[in-house]
């Protein structure tokens, strides 16, 4: 083990066994402290505690460097020394304890579950990729590090050319969020449940459209099937479209209160949840507006935890099709006196290699300050890519700039 001085501390180089480093890792950032204040936690309790703590196996050790204050350094020195114990195992042991002694965070659940509406009447703009990556960055594991664009410098880098190679952004490795996500496509379309590999329920069975028109067969959780990926667990959850939806506007027409058809069909499965997503069709319909009912603000609800998740392009057929759902939702609003909070803006798809158009459009939205811009997504072939061969996005590419960009959206709206 050598040493350099730094100001009041000195610059440790020893080894850790990988194992060891990499939970150390996690574990401080799971507690939003740094590195050098674990360790120095650690051999504070380490040298507190005296002799006879467990042999730690240091087989197999890499190089692991910290900083540490002068005197404390001095000090375990002579502890490991006076016990008749390696520095490297010393150090090992005072690590092992600070993990010991700092279990993980469990993971903080919504008191409400979490209702998330993405929308935009007009098709195209990406509100299934949306809804599908921060559905997936909700539900990463939260004892695994992800790579997060930093919230902090968020505002900054979209006046950069956002997501773009070699964009100067800046990333850290976070815990993920743990959240159990339920994924609802609500297109008759189907693009969401293709695109994380499942078939469309078929139209001669149970589905979310015979549910809601109250023409159920079964139990609505017998149609949920999970997204299988290790960093999701089983925490990802999706609940797959049917083509019958094409006739839930009429089928609605008919329904009681059809407002809150979407909210009592879903009604069901909801406490098993932290979160849940509405991948909504491109549409203006009753189906909107039992998308937009489901995401109002509940008695006792915390402003903000859930509502309407806006999916635009920078181009200017967004921002007709923008004035259109805004209006709809004002007059659901106002009608129902609803009190429906909008989430934000996400503007998707986003080039600044496309000139004057792209980086024009996104200041005008970025001019809007409620809602907000929450988050920018660059348009990279991973999204594609994790399209074609029928994937997560996550899962397929969890370090691409798409992948951290929705891992930033999910922070911004959760």
């Known amino acids: 083990m050598t040493s350099s001085e730094a100001g009041d501390r000195e610059k440790v180089v020893s080894k850790l066994p990988p194992a060891l480093q990499q939970d150390l890792k996690i574990r401080a950032a799971q507690h939003g402290t740094d590195i050098q204040h674990a360790v120095e936690a650690g051999i504070d309790a380490w040298r507190r505690l005296g002799g006879n703590l467990p042999t730690v196996d240091t087989g197999g050790a890499k190089p692991f460097a910290t900083f540490l204050r002068s005197e404390q350094w001095n000090a375990f020195r002579a502890d490991c020394s006076s016990r008749g114990l390696s520095l490297i195992q010393g150090l090992a042991q005072s690590v092992a304890l600070w993990l010991e002694t700092n279990p993980p965070p469990g993971v903080v659940r919504p008191e409400h579950p979490k209702r998330i509406i993405t929308c935009n009447q007009k098709g195209g703009v990406g509100k299934t990729a949306v809804a599908a990556g921060t559905g997936e960055a909700l539900a990463e594991d939260s004892n695994q590090l992800h790579p997060v664009r930093i919230s902090k410098h968020f505002a900054a880098a979209l006046s950069e050319p956002v997501d773009q190679p070699g964009s100067p952004l800046d990333y850290e490795d976070l815990p993920g969020l743990g959240l159990r996500v339920l994924l609802v496509d609500f297109d008759p379309q189907g693009h969401l449940t293709k695109q994380l590999g499942h078939t469309p329920l078929p139209i001669d069975g149970d589905s979310l459209t015979k549910h809601m028109a109250g023409e159920a067969k079964g139990d609505l959780g017998n149609l949920i099937v999970p997204i299988e990926d290790p ?19 009429v089928k609605l027409s008919g329904v009681r209160a059809r407002e809150a058809a979407l909210e009592r069909a879903l009604a069901a499965v909801e406490g098993h949840y932290d979160v ?14 039992a998308a937009a009912y489901y995401g109002r603000r509940r008695e006792g609800e915390a402003r903000g935890n859930s509502g309407i998740l ?42 600044a290699r496309r000139g004057y158009i792209a980086t024009s459009s996104l200041q005008a939205w970025l001019d809007i300050k409620d809602p907000r811009v929450v988050g920018v997504i660059g348009d ?30 999910a922070r911004e709206i959760s």
Not at 231 to 249: E, I, K, M, S, V
Not at 311 to 318: G, L
Not at 384 to 408: F, I
């Open 310 to 351: 806006i999916i635009v392009q920078a181009e200017d057929s967004s921002a007709d099709a923008y004035e259109l759902l805004t209006s709809q939702i004002e007059d659901l609003r106002s009608d129902m006196h609803l009190e429906l909070d909008y989430l934000g803006i996400v503007v998707n798809h986003y080039d």
């Open 380 to 409: 990279l072939k991973e999204q594609k890519e994790a399209v074609r061969v029928k994937q997560p996005l996550l899962a397929y590419s969890p370090r691409c700039d798409q992948a951290v960009g929705m891992r930033a959206l």
């Open 231 to 249: 960093r999701f667990g089983n925490r990802l959850h999706l609940l797959p479209a049917c083509t019958d939806a094409f006739l839930l506007d």
């Open 276 to 289: 849940i997503i509405i991948d909504c069709p491109p549409s203006l319909g009753l189906s909107m507006d």
